[in-house]
């Protein structure tokens, strides 16, 4: 056994790893699958809509019986489960009668190790010894990002040397990363939460009123997110016509890197700024991004607004993490998986609708994302209806946001 929590910060740094090939690998072949398989921009989004549907049951199922089971079996499951999906992907549609079908099954096997991965490494790094969790939660989130980034980046440039049509060794390669990391698991050490008191169950949480903000906040997150990240590179590719190497690099790539900037910029600045304030201006600048890339009728202005989307979205998902730990300090995994949950039913929300809008206005990508600003609007409403600017003591006792 190994015994420094450092070792444990790391493999849950490569989970979320591992949750980005989950989210991001997969949509990279998005045309690549249109023109092998044939597939229509409606199955696509069935891809999509089945790796979140899939994510939020096994949140739902991970909250109630992970405790029970031990984190340690449940996160090396959650990696063999992920290895099988990805490395199935270069398998399963030439076996199968239809292509279709193997892509869903492969969606499957990889969207229950990136659900069980959502419920359990944000609670293993929040029972991690340290003074500033709110900190070390937008670190480990700012690894979703790199990881993207990285997937994307490597994805892009392994594609235009070894061709568009080498993408099955790249799930291979890709597989290797939760092989290894089910590895690593097995051998650090992991804290839980709560240790000697008692955790709330689904009732109590339920009844407890800033529950219910933190659920209509993570789904706007995770929704607002997705719907650009999920579509950024066909967007680039059939909406705004540049290459697909292109493409990947300047949406989805930049689109992560700056997320990833705005984690690491929180993790530092968190202590001064306050989180509400944040998140309100997370949410305008959101709405704007989307404003920019649907509407404006220059490709790089486009470009420049999924990039932006990027940056914009960063402190939402561990933004709402943080503050749901800190106002319900009992909550537990069933906290954490209740939240991924919700985050999981907006990501599936988001980018199908984008999806079928799309469809529905004859595969016009760009209109199809106008649709999205309906996230952050409401992500701000939310937050400027639940958290008055004045709040007494009184409501703060009650549990008031601000």
């Known amino acids: 056994m190994l015994k420094s929590f450092r070792h444990t910060k790391a493999a849950c740094y490569t989970g979320y790893v591992t949750q980005a090939i989950v989210n991001n690998f997969v949509p990279l072949l998005f045309l690549i699958f249109r023109e092998s398989f044939g597939v229509s921009f409606s199955q696509l989004t069935v891809l999509i809509a089945a790796n979140f549907v899939i994510q939020l049951a096994v949140d739902l199922i991970a909250a109630k019986f992970v405790d029970k ?29 239809s292509p279709f079908a193997g892509l869903v099954v492969c969606v499957v096997l990889y969207a229950v190790g990136g659900g069980l991965i959502e419920v359990l490494v944000s609670p293993i790094v929040e029972a991690c010894p340290a003074e500033n969790k709110a900190s070390q939660m937008s670190i480990l989130h700012s690894f ?35 092989l290894l990391n089910a590895v690593y698991f097995c051998f650090v050490p992991i804290a839980r939460l709560n240790e000697g008191g008692e955790s709330a169950t689904f009732g109590q949480l339920f009844r407890m009123k800033p529950f219910w903000l933190f659920v209509l906040l993570i789904m706007a997150a995770g929704a607002a997110e997705l719907s650009m990240s ?5 967007f680039a590719e059939s909406g705004l016509g ?30 001064k700024l306050p989180l509400k304030a944040c998140l309100l201006g997370s949410g305008v600048l959101c709405m704007a991004s989307y404003l920019l890339a649907a509407l404006s009728p220059l490709p790089a202005l486009s470009l420049a607004g999924c990039a932006l989307c990027g940056f914009s979205v960063g402190v939402m998902w561990p933004g709402t ?28 929300l988001g980018p199908s609708l984008v999806g079928y809008a799309s ?44």
């Open 69 to 97: 089971i031990g984190y340690r079996p449940c996160i090396a499951a959650a990696h063999l489960f992920a290895a099988a999906g990805i490395g199935g992907i270069g398998i399963l549609p030439f076996l199968l009668p």
């Open 242 to 271: 540049v290459s697909k190497t292109v493409g990947d690099l300047a949406g989805p790539c930049l689109f992560a890197v700056l997320m990833g900037t705005a984690r690491v910029l929180h993790a530092k600045l968190s202590a």
């Open 321 to 348: 993490f943080s503050m749901a730990a800190e106002k319900i300090p009992t909550g537990g995994t069933a906290l954490f998986g209740l939240l991924a949950l919700s985050g999981d039913l907006g990501c599936t």
């Open 359 to 402: 469809d529905a206005l004859g595969g016009d990508l760009k209109t199809g994302l106008l649709f999205a600003v309906a996230f952050p609007v409401l992500l701000v409403l939310a937050l400027a209806l639940y958290c008055p600017k004045n709040p007494n003591k009184k409501d703060k006792s009650k549990g008031n946001l601000c």
């Open 230 to 234: 999920q579509w950024a590179s066909a």
């Open 144 to 178: 979703y990002c790199w990881g993207s980034a990285f997937v994307i980046l490597v994805s892009a440039l392994f594609l235009r040397a070894a061709g568009e049509y080498s993408w099955r060794i790249l799930s291979y390669i890709w597989a290797a990363v939760p």
